[in-house]
């Protein structure tokens, strides 16, 4: 296998299909599996991959995406005759085993779960295909092309109307408990003035019942209460 590294970040792979049938092929940000042909079949094939880097949103989008790792790829050309003026590009035949396609340059963290992050695949038309990502942030594919990973631009959005829902929350529930101890607080003041104004109202109740006469002592006057004696009640008193 020899590699040679040409323009605009790629490199160039070049690998004998036998090779490709037993033992796959291992480079950069791509894991071909063992037991893969190529379609048509050749003697000698040509992997050419690139990363585009900063330039990724330059030659791809995904309307309504935001790219979180740079766009890499590979494309397979047949390199069976070295004197040709052209290559003929060809498809591979994985007989359903995946490519893995990792992103060594991606800021993810390994084995970090972005949520919503999907992957996408871009084809030659510019149409783009969106598949899952597994545990490992790493993508799978049947056939060569261009990948990414990708989020939803409203995602952020969401995230800042459920932080302020939970934070209107949180307000409502504060104030909600602050409004019934200011109820209960002044429920027990209005308990306790009503009961000082009727102790206050009887107290003047039972002041003006109270009526004593005066009588002069000496050059003053002092009260006096009238004095109610009881009758004897004489036995035999018809005698």
């Given at each position: 296998m020899s590699l040679n590294i040409i323009w605009f970040g790629s490199l160039i792979v070049r690998i004998r299909s036998r090779t490709l049938w037993n033992i796959g092929a291992n480079f950069s940000n791509f894991q071909i599996p063992s037991g893969t042909m190529t379609s048509p079949h050749v003697k000698r094939l040509a992997i050419v991959y690139q990363d585009l880097g900063n330039w990724s949103s330059y030659y791809y989008s995904a309307p309504g995406y935001s790219m979180?790792?740079?766009?890499?790829?590979f494309m397979v050309f047949n390199a069976s005759?070295?004197?040709a003026e052209s290559t003929e590009k060809i498809s591979l035949d994985t007989r359903g085993k995946a490519i893995v396609i990792r992103f060594a340059n991606?800021?993810?963290p390994e084995s970090m779960i972005v949520p919503g992050a999907k992957c996408v695949t871009f084809s030659a038309s510019g149409a783009f295909h969106l598949s899952e990502v597994n545990q490992l942030n790493e993508c799978h594919s049947q056939d060569q092309g261009?990948?990414?990973?990708v989020v939803p631009l409203q995602r952020k959005g969401r995230d800042n109307r459920k932080h302020s829902l939970w934070y209107l929350w949180v307000i409502e529930i504060v104030l909600g408990f602050s409004v019934v101890a200011l109820l209960v607080y002044f429920g027990i003041v209005s308990l306790k003035l009503l009961k000082t104004k009727t102790i206050q109202a009887m107290e003047r109740q039972a002041d003006e019942d109270l009526v004593l006469d005066t009588i002069w002592v000496g050059r003053g006057k002092?009260?006096?209460?009238?004095?109610t004696r009881t009758q004897p009640n004489l036995e035999n008193a018809g005698f």
């Open positions: 979180i790792t740079p766009v890499v790829g005759n070295a004197r991606s800021t993810i261009h990948f990414s990973i002092m009260p006096s209460a009238t004095v």
